[in-house]
């Protein structure tokens, strides 16, 4: 789990080893599951204190607890880290849990999170397609974090060249840094900006086989008469906006050559009113006309354009609760939330709507979100 590099890290691991002799339970690392800390004498109180001072609690964990804890690195947007693991690991291997005062009981009381009745399913695992994106070049947007980031990845493992686009920079050289072999080109742009939008193309060259608009915002969850103009225009300038731009400046070179795939992420709350906030909810309805409209004209000349509508998705993206009246409502349409899925799992379905496999399909809103659109 730890870089060669990490000496802190690989010093914590090997304490814990032999931490795991003494303790009977398996050694914590970066690979422990979420509830495997909670669960732990040592890892538990350790992480539940963690918790608290950042204002958490173990059932805020909930959503995350069968991830590794190593998972939450990438998603932390640069708040969580290997250096943090290996902290915890060396606080849980001093942590005496003979000593009573340590830990208040009803803290204890909670030790793990509330287990339910769900089933544990196993985690998903790629299965890269080799040569799959050979000799195609795909921008994507969004690169820099959660989905568009795992799409980007999965796109470059199966030979794709990638234009990876995203407005962070620091997001951006972290993936890449990932994979130094594979061919990816930085471009770092506000996709809302028409000069950033040509900037994109020039960078693809003449060709471009496919485009990934998955560069998106949420909104603050507010209902209609309490949007502010700030919020509608931020969120429709990237969500509706920036994807028709930037799907505007390719499209005429995907007519010349007669072929490409365009994948637009739309949300569930591009298929119902029950998932967010009233802007947001808008721009993600104006992602799925967008798509239907230009499957319909585009089809006959060789264009695919779909869309992949999420349900929800453990990433870097912020939301947050600003009208009691919204969220009130909201949460009751939440209660049938299927358990969150890492961005790896988006990105196969992007993937393969994007690739040669999903040739015969256009037009599509297809939601991959373990069933929740079902409901
Ligand atoms: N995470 C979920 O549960 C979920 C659910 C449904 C839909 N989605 C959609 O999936 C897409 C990806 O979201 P994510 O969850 O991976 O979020 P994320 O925040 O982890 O990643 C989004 C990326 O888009 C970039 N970005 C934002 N505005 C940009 C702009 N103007 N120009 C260029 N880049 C910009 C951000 O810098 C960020 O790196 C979004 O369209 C989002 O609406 C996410």
Redesign the pocket.
Known sequence: MFGKKDKTAQAAASATDDAATTSGYPPLSGDTKIKDWLAHPQGGPVLRRTLAEAGQDASQAKPVQGFAMKRLIP?S?GQFSEEKIAELVAMAEAYDPASADQEPAEASAQATVEEDETIELPDFEEKVTEGRFSGKTIIV?????????ATASRVAREGGRVIA????ET?LDEFIGEHPSLDIVKVV????RQE?VDAIVAAAGEVIDGLAN?????DNMTPLHEVSDEMWDKVM???AT?LFKLSRAVIPLMLERHAGSIVN?????GLRGSAAGLA?TAS?HAVVGITKSSAFIYGPQGLRINAV??????????ASFDSPMAAKRIQTAMAVLPT?VG?ES?AASIAFLLSDDGHNINGVILPSDGGWSAV
């Open positions: 998603m947007k947007t969004g690169a820099g974090s959660g989905i568009g980031r686009v995203d407005l962070n997001g742009a506000n996709i809302t950033d998955i560069a998106g915002i949420m300038a990237v969500n920036g992420i739309t949300s569930e709350a947001y993600k509508a999420p349900g929800p998705v453990i990433t870097g993206i912020q969150p961005p988006l």
